[in-house]
């Protein structure tokens, strides 16, 4: 699947568009993507609403592992938040794989605002579906 598709796919509809998400980099398992913030992404506190982070982490981690072709439902994910976004302007998502096999695959995705400091580090497990998914018109 080429970038541009998968690119098109996430970000035109569901919930990665309503956050603003996009994605940057998809290619043999690798994927980065950013949400620009805004007030709505806050919380009470001021800083940006753990959910935003999660909803990227797990939109980068499932766009990594969809660059290779197949489909993938989320099965776990733990996410450690080790800085607060309060003056970050803007999030990026880098996932990389750390198994890709038959039936599980386990992606890292780090979280970093505009000035390089890391707010998150997650594990995301993955369920490998038979067919491409969205991909194919959701046809497992």
Do not use: W
């Amino acid at each position: 699947m080429i970038f541009d598709e998968i690119k098109q796919r996430v970000e035109s509809g569901g919930f990665a568009q309503h956050t603003g998400i996009e994605i940057l980099e998809a290619h043999d398992g690798y994927a980065a993507g950013r949400i620009v913030l805004d007030q709505y992404h806050g919380n009470p506190i001021g800083s940006i609403h753990g959910g935003c982070i999660f909803t990227l982490v797990d939109t980068v981690a499932g766009t990594a592992f969809v660059s290779t072709g197949k489909a993938c439902t989320t099965l776990n994910a733990t996410i450690d938040f080790l800085n607060a976004a309060i003056e970050s302007r803007e999030l990026t998502a880098r996932a990389e794989p750390v198994r890709i096999g038959n039936h599980i695959a386990v992606f890292d995705v780090r979280v970093s605002d505009e000035r390089g400091v890391l707010i998150s580090k997650s594990t995301v497990t993955f369920y490998v579906m038979k067919s491409a998914g969205i991909l194919d018109g959701g046809k497992a």
